[in-house]
Every structure is written in C-alpha cells, then in structure tokens.
C-alpha cells in the first residue's frame, strides 16, 4: 500500500516557475510519475521516475523545462517546473506503482496524489 500527497500548486505568469511535491509512504521501490488533467482533456504523462531512480523520462511537451528527481530520505517526488506556459495550466497528480509496462499509461498505477491545481496566466 503506498499513501501519495501532493503539494506545491499555485498560480503564476507565464515564464515563472512552480515545484510540486508527492510525498510518499510505503516501503520498497517504486515507479512513480506525474501525470496532468486540464478541463476536458484526458490525463497525460509529464515526467516519469523509474524505481531505482537511474531513469527519467519526460513528455515532449515539458522537455527542458521540467525536472523531476526524489529525495529518497524523505521519500518525496518533485517536479521543477521552469518557463511555465499557459498550456501547463491542469490539475496535476503523482502516481505510483511497484510494476508498470507503460510509463504513460494512467492505468498502470495502482495509486494516486489528491492532485494540486497549477494556473498560469499569460
């Protein structure tokens, strides 16, 4: 059982930057991923993590702009997000699984953050 919260949304004007945070508790190793929602649109991957931390992986659309990394003692995900854009305006959640096939698939986590609002105005 893995519990995710999330936190560190808010608003800001485009070029500004904004770290989200996923703090974790279970034991073991696992993949975990940030994942957005914006009004009727599906979830779609942004950053992934894989268990042992070696890989990361990131949609097109955040490439360069967006860093993930974890503190394994404080067993937290974090997104950096640098040079915001109107377009990364969504709700943003942390998912987490101990066995996926697809990095971007939402249906391969099993566990999810409550998810924190990001606004960026132009």
């Known amino acids: 059982q893995v519990r995710l919260t999330n936190s560190g949304g808010g608003s800001v004007q485009a070029g500004g930057s904004l770290r989200l945070s996923c703090a974790a508790s279970?034991?073991?190793?696992?993949?975990m991923a940030w994942f957005r929602q914006a009004p009727g649109k599906e979830r779609e991957g942004v950053a992934a993590m894989d268990a042992d931390g070696s890989t990361t992986s990131y949609a097109d659309s955040v490439k360069g702009r967006f860093t993930v990394s974890k503190d394994n003692i404080k067993n937290t995900l974090y997104l950096q997000m640098n040079s915001l854009k109107p377009e990364d305006t969504a709700m943003y959640y942390c998912?987490?699984?101990?066995?996926?096939?697809?990095?971007?698939?939402?249906?391969?986590?099993?566990?999810w953050g409550q998810g924190t609002q990001v606004t960026v105005s132009s």
């Open positions: 998912a987490a699984d101990w066995f996926i096939a697809n990095r971007w698939e939402p249906d391969e986590y099993d566990y």
């Open positions: 279970g034991y073991g190793y696992y993949h």
